[in-house]
């Protein structure tokens, strides 16, 4: 058994002590808005790279130029905007969902919900906004996986506990990208990296919400069902790679239309092994292994946080 796990189950033998009104309170500091970000004079500026190296894996392709490494890093930033987007469209409908059920008797619980998803109904717009900002400097089209309703209908059909354990990992995988990668990169365009730290600013939040509301999904199911949520969950990254794996070959579509490049086999060979697994970690293997998510899956369910631990390097 690794290091994680082992700190996991010793240190976290219990439930966090994160309470509604700690998250209202800091909601409530934070609150930008979207207007603050992008609009105006605040645009992207193309001389620079959107994405941070360790998730976009660009420079490992050293047979690409520097100038067609920055387009490919600005094609994969491009697919973080659009991605973002689509899992924000069924985390939105869930989490107002869990708010209703208890509308009366704990005030900071309903205001600390009806704000978390306002926020995520702002990151929509957000997401949305830099999309446009994008797409109107880099004038050739990126194709993209969807549409984001399929995506959530498919989600949304599962065990509402694997659900929430899906929101979690996105939650917490957030919070990695920033603090690991971009937090003191100063190699970023100032204005993507401006959208990474507001939206990590409101996912600090989220992340606790939404351990509380696994936790309180949990506490109404059977060790049964608990167990069968971890499947559930993986069920569901499943889905969202059979869509990563399109999108990779997509953004290689982009790539040859924004540069006008032809590949050798050798050449399209090592492109899709490394951005295959720069866009799996992005998105699944940094938010499976991150510690707090091991934690609360090993509180649901003893011995998932080593299963987990043993699935994750397939995504890094
Ligand atoms: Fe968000
Ligand atoms: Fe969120």
């Given at each position: 058994m690794s290091t994680v796990t082992t700190s996991a189950q010793k240190t976290i033998n219990t439930w966090p002590n994160y309470t509604y009104e700690d998250a209202l309170a800091a909601s409530e500091q934070v609150n930008w808005r979207v207007e603050d970000l992008i609009g105006g004079d605040k645009r992207l500026d193309f001389s620079k790279p959107f994405m941070p190296e360790s998730l976009?894996?660009?420079?490992?392709?050293?047979?690409?130029s520097p100038r067609e490494r920055l387009v490919l890093n600005q094609i994969r930033g491009h697919d973080y905007l659009y991605i973002f987007g689509l899992v924000e469209e069924f985390i939105l409908p869930f989490v107002l969902d869990h708010a209703r059920q208890k509308l009366q008797g704990n005030d900071a619980r309903v205001r600390a919900f009806l704000n978390f998803a306002g926020e995520e109904a702002k990151h929509i717009d957000l997401f949305k906004r830099f999309r446009r900002d994008f797409l109107e400097s880099f004038r050739t089209e990126c194709e993209v996986i969807g549409p984001p309703e399929a995506v959530a209908q498919a989600v949304l059909s599962k065990h509402p506990l694997a659900v929430a354990l899906v929101i979690l990992h996105i939650e917490w995988m957030t919070q990695r990208h920033y603090l690991d990668s971009?937090?003191?990169?100063?190699?970023?365009?100032p204005q993507f990296k401006s959208l990474l730290k507001h939206h990590w600013m409101e996912e600090a939040q989220h992340a606790k919400l939404d351990t509380l509301m696994v936790q309180a999904i949990s506490d109404a199911c059977s060790p049964a069902e608990r167990e069968q949520a971890i499947d559930g969950y993986l069920e569901i990254g499943g889905v969202i790679d059979a869509g990563l794996m399109q999108q990779v070959k997509f953004d290689f579509e982009s790539l040859k239309r924004a540069t006008g490049r032809t590949f050798t086999t050798e050449e399209a060979d090592r492109y899709f092994a490394v951005q295959q697994q720069a866009t799996r970690w992005t998105f699944l293997g940094s938010g499976m292994s991150h510690k707090n998510f091991l934690a609360t899956t090993e509180l649901l369910n003893p011995g998932s946080a080593a299963r987990l631990e043993g699935i994750a390097p397939m995504f890094s």
């Amino acid at each position: 058994m690794s290091t994680v796990t082992t700190s996991a189950q010793k240190t976290i033998n219990t439930w966090p002590n994160y309470t509604y009104e700690d998250a209202l309170a800091a909601s409530e500091q934070v609150n930008w808005r979207v207007e603050d970000l992008i609009g105006g004079d605040k645009r992207l500026d193309f001389s620079k790279p959107f994405m941070p190296e360790s998730l976009a894996r660009v420079e490992a392709l050293d047979f690409l130029s520097p100038r067609e490494r920055l387009v490919l890093n600005q094609i994969r930033g491009h697919d973080y905007l659009y991605i973002f987007g689509l899992v924000e469209e069924f985390i939105l409908p869930f989490v107002l969902d869990h708010a209703r059920q208890k509308l009366q008797g704990n005030d900071a619980r309903v205001r600390a919900f009806l704000n978390f998803a306002g926020e995520e109904a702002k990151h929509i717009d957000l997401f949305k906004r830099f999309r446009r900002d994008f797409l109107e400097s880099f004038r050739t089209e990126c194709e993209v996986i969807g549409p984001p309703e399929a995506v959530a209908q498919a989600v949304l059909s599962k065990h509402p506990l694997a659900v929430a354990l899906v929101i979690l990992h996105i939650e917490w995988m957030t919070q990695r990208h920033y603090l690991d990668s971009v937090a003191r990169n100063q190699d970023l365009d100032p204005q993507f990296k401006s959208l990474l730290k507001h939206h990590w600013m409101e996912e600090a939040q989220h992340a606790k919400l939404d351990t509380l509301m696994v936790q309180a999904i949990s506490d109404a199911c059977s060790p049964a069902e608990r167990e069968q949520a971890i499947d559930g969950y993986l069920e569901i990254g499943g889905v969202i790679d059979a869509g990563l794996m399109q999108q990779v070959k997509f953004d290689f579509e982009s790539l040859k239309r924004a540069t006008g490049r032809t590949f050798t086999t050798e050449e399209a060979d090592r492109y899709f092994a490394v951005q295959q697994q720069a866009t799996r970690w992005t998105f699944l293997g940094s938010g499976m292994s991150h510690k707090n998510f091991l934690a609360t899956t090993e509180l649901l369910n003893p011995g998932s946080a080593a299963r987990l631990e043993g699935i994750a390097p397939m995504f890094s």
